[in-house]
């Protein structure tokens, strides 16, 4: 089949991957033939085989092919291009006299994709499917690959078969598919972002708690875990939660929340996330009674969540933030998110960006952790003693065990224990 592509959302940029890697023939509509985001061009596997396809002659650009002449058109664009996205439907639906299949992948909100619809022609079989971006960074091709569940919001059965036909070899091993309106589609997405946030947000606040009633929320976590009602997913304690895209769909279901019903709940949560997210710095600020000035700080884990390179709304922008408002020296290190990080904060100063992780803790006062990266797990803890100038740990995602590192002479400080 003939596909194009509009956007440079990692949507895009795996739907143009995964389908070309099956025989169809993409016009990529975007800035370029590559990703241009860092975050995007470091998704594991997802360069090469974009690569391949280009190769392959699967993925050409919209500079070399008109991309209004295929008949099925995947939007990947941002939130705010909704804009974009409606001039290209009515150009669509200027340019052709016969049926359109035009998948709609971007977070533009409930309602959006019947918008779209409005601007093709039903009676010539012009139809808007919504399938809500579920694909996570860090796992995006694996993902979209071997799906566990198509949430599909589509109100025309001669279209859904034509996309059940375009995705077929990825259903192989599909748990199941949730057919359903374009609308429902679309506030279902959001509806399971902010079940997500609100456990988030839920088990930080335990923490907090278990802080002050002297309880470690460790065990606490495994106990409620243990029951079938609660389970454990999204349920680990730590020092808040980021992500460009997961934060939008809170905040747009929030507004929703607010203006329909007058709800504060997910506002709530967004709040004190971000008061969250700056506990790593309090307790440093508390341990060194509120002056940190000339102390060099390293810093483990930049990026918002292991395996990705993307620092947006990161815990690790407030904790820096915050350290260098005070006057400490940072030492950072992270294995993917590095470079992104010096883009947005440059040459400073008060910052040191170090290419291995225990450079990073050479001479420093206290070592904080931010994200839970593998590699972190199980440091050398003979040589942290060593480099460090003193044996302060705040670790703000729980990885290490409290009394095996008190044990050993460190000072220790976790989330809830």
Known sequence: ??????????????????????????IKAGSGMLPAQSSIRVEPDLLPQLQSARSAGRLISADERDPFEAEIHWLALAPGEFEEASAILAQLRARHQGPLLVINQSNFGTGASDLLQARLDTTL??????????????????????????????????????????????????????LMTRREA???KFAITGMLALRLGYINE??????????????????????RRVGSHYLAPGCGFGGEHFTQYIEGLAGLLSEARGSTLLETVLTENERHKEL?????????????QGRRIAVWGLAFKPGVATI????????????????????????????????????????????????????????????????YWSPDYNLLHQRMHEPVIIDGRNVFEP???????????????
């Open 1 to 26: 089949m003939k596909i194009t592509i509009w956007g440079d959302e990692l949507a895009g940029w795996v739907a143009s991957a995964q389908l070309a890697a099956f025989g169809n023939d993409i």
């Open 125 to 178: 079989q012009q139809h808007v499917i919504c399938l809500p971006d579920m694909l996570q960074e860090g796992s995006a091709i694996q993902q979209f690959a071997h799906p566990q569940v198509w949430l599909l919001g589509c109100e025309d059965e001669p279209a859904r078969q034509k996309l059940s036909a375009l995705l077929r070899p990825f259903s192989r091993d599909i748990v199941e598919i949730r």
């Open 186 to 188: 679309e506030f279902t």
């Open 206 to 227: 335990l923490a907090m708690l278990a802080d002050h009633i002297g309880v470690d929320i460790e065990v606490v976590r495994d106990g409620m875990g243990s029951d």
């Open 280 to 292: 790593p710095f309090r307790k440093l600020w508390r341990h060194y009674r509120c002056n940190v």
């Open 312 to 375: 947006d709304n990161a815990p690790s922008l407030r904790t820096v933030n915050a350290l260098l408002a005070q006057g400490a020296i940072v030492q950072l290190h992270d294995p993917e998110a590095i470079e992104e990080f010096r883009t947005q904060f440059g040459e400073h100063p008060q910052l040191v960006y170090c290419d291995d992780q225990y450079a990073a803790i050479e001479g420093a006062d206290a070592l904080i952790l931010l994200t839970a990266w593998p590699q």
């Open 403 to 417: 009394q095996l590192l008190r044990d050993l002479g460190f000072v220790y400080y976790g989330v809830g224990r």
